[in-house]
Every structure is written in structure tokens, then in C-alpha cells.
């Protein structure tokens, strides 16, 4: 079901909407529209409205009798005036940073809400927007899921286990017995991703998703680290799975770590040049 309407009464029929739609579904006659037996393949993502320059196509249903008033000029914006610069956005891609050290400053839920308001708009398979999330903030929770994590790396030590010799298991044993957290980093915050397993393309959208938030909480004053560790034990240790409490018909895409850094980082550390093949 299309959710557009069109005020034709400032459509200036220049059919950018229609060149622009990604499925190719907008037709232009005496205006813009869709043939009712292509509606089903509308992927709702929204360009039609945001790209018209007289603001004619509405979020409601897009058909010909449908009326909008003209967006202001407060809410018409175009790309060129959010005004980031190569330069900016290098500085700002490089100095971003894992954070795996956090303060104790707690993380309020409507920072968060205020957070995955803007993660919500990362992009995703035909518009699919399949990936949901897990949001713990109880610290004691928490350290618990690391706990479990440990017992599953504890067992794992003692077997012969190929693991063994790709992660140092025993040492972050030893480290947790230590009163230390090699797998949670004591964060203040953990979110969990996950999305339906019948959706094939969900995996890819949700570390998008993923990432977006990764990206997003500098401005926020925060940080994050993919909890990797977290996420190898989830699949062996059945104990997490509850734990976590992904549905049985969802598969976990990744846990993240977030919170406030403890320290500040002042450079950016060198990387390898891109391995390009050009042709």
C-alpha cells in the first residue's frame, strides 16, 4: 500500500519524483502517479517527497487528490547547505575511535531514544528497516552477561579447542578472576541487534544500523566498541541466549558497547593505505 499524497495544486509536474524513484513505479501523465497494480512494489522510502522542490507529495497516500500545505523554508533543506566539508568529515571519520574505558556517568534512556531516532534512518535492503534492538542499562545485567561469557570461555580453556589458539582464553580468565572485564569493559550499556532469520538481507542492514550508531555517538559526547567476544559466545553458550532475550525467530546480528569515555584521545593512530584494484 503507497502512503503519499500529492497537492496538485503546487505540483509543477517537473517529474524529478518520477526519474528519481528507485523502483522506477512513477508515471507521469497529467501529474505524477503510480498504476494501482505497481503500488505493491513501492518500498516506502520516502525520495518522491523529499525530493519534490515545491514539497507537493505528502507521507499520507500518493494520489492525485490529495492536498499538503507547502513546506516552510525552515524545512526545506538540500545537501549542499548541512555544509560538511571533505576536510571535516576526514577529521571526523579518522578520530573516531573504539572506546573500551568508560566513566560513570550513567546513560539516560532519552539520550538513547534521542540516539536510535537518528539510527533509524540508516539504510537498508528495499527500504526493509528489519533490524531491532536490545537495550540493557542495568550495570549488575550487565556484568552478569559477562559473567557468562567468562564460564563459557573457562570451559572452553581447558578443552583442545582450536579457539584456544586464536583467542587468548585463559588470560581473560585470569583477568575477570582479577576483578577486571575483558568482555564488557564495565560499560554502562549494552545493545544488542538482532532481526528476523527469514530475511536474508537483514544481516547487512543491521551492521549498517550498526555502524550508524557507531558514527553517532561522538556528537552525543559517547562512545562505543563492538563487543566481538560477547558475540562468539552467544552462538555457543546457550545460557546467553536467554540471557539476551532474542526472540527464536530472530538471529543476533552484533552486541555494541556504549557509554562516556573515561579518557580523551588527542591523534589519530596510522592505518594501512586502501588495497585498491583499479580498472
Request: glycine content about 6%.
Amino acid at each position: 500500500m503507497l502512503n503519499r499524497k500529492l497537492n496538485t495544486k503546487i505540483c509543477l509536474k517537473c517529474g524529478t519524483c518520477a526519474v528519481d524513484c528507485p523502483m522506477g513505479l512513477i508515471e507521469m501523465k497529467d501529474y505524477p502517479e503510480v498504476p494501482k497494480e505497481s503500488e505493491i512494489f513501492c518500498n516506502q522510502c520516502g525520495h518522491c517527497e523529499v525530493i519534490c522542490p515545491e514539497g507537493a507529495i505528502d507521507s499520507l497516500n500518493f494520489a492525485t487528490d490529495g492536498i499538503k500545505a507547502v513546506s516552510t523554508d525552515k524545512d526545506k533543506i538540500s545537501w549542499e547547505e548541512i555544509d560538511i566539508s571533505p576536510e571535516q568529515m576526514e577529521l571526523y571519520m579518522k578520530f573516531r575511535r573504539s572506546i573500551r574505558h568508560y566513566n560513570d556517568q550513567v546513560v539516560e534512556k532519552e539520550v538513547l531514544e534521542k540516539l536510535f531516532d537518528l539510527v533509524r534512518y540508516a539504510p537498508s535492503a528495499g527500504n526493509g528497516q528489519p533490524v531491532q534492538w536490545i537495550v540493557f542499562t542495568d550495570r549488575d545485567k550487565i556484568r552478569e552477561i559477562a559473567g557468562r561469557t567468562i564460564e563459557w570461555m573457562r570451559e572452553i580453556s581447558k578443552q583442545d579447542s582450536p579457539l584456544n589458539e586464536m583467542i587468548p582464553f585463559s588470560s581473560m580468565v585470569e583477568a575477570w578472576d582479577n576483578g577486571m572485564d575483558p568482555i564488557l569493559r564495565n560499560s554502562p550499556c549494552l545493545v544488542v541487534a538482532h532481526a528476523p532469520k527469514e530475511n536474508m538481507m537483514a544481516a547487512g542492514d543491521g551492521m549498517i544500523a550498526l555502524t550508524h550508531l557507531d558514527l553517532a555517538l561522538p556528537s552525543f559526547g559517547m562512545g562505543g566498541c563492538w563487543a566481538g567476544l560477547l558475540n562468539i559466545a552467544y552462538s555457543q553458550y546457550p545460557p546467553l541466549k536467554s540471557m539476551l532475550g532474542i526472540p527464536d525467530e530472530n538471529n543476533i546480528i552484533y552486541p555494541f558497547m556504549v557509554g562516556y569515555p573515561k579518557y580523551k584521545y588527542h591523534g589519530i593512530p596510522e592505518r594501512n593505505k586502501p588495497n585498491i584494484t583499479w580498472k
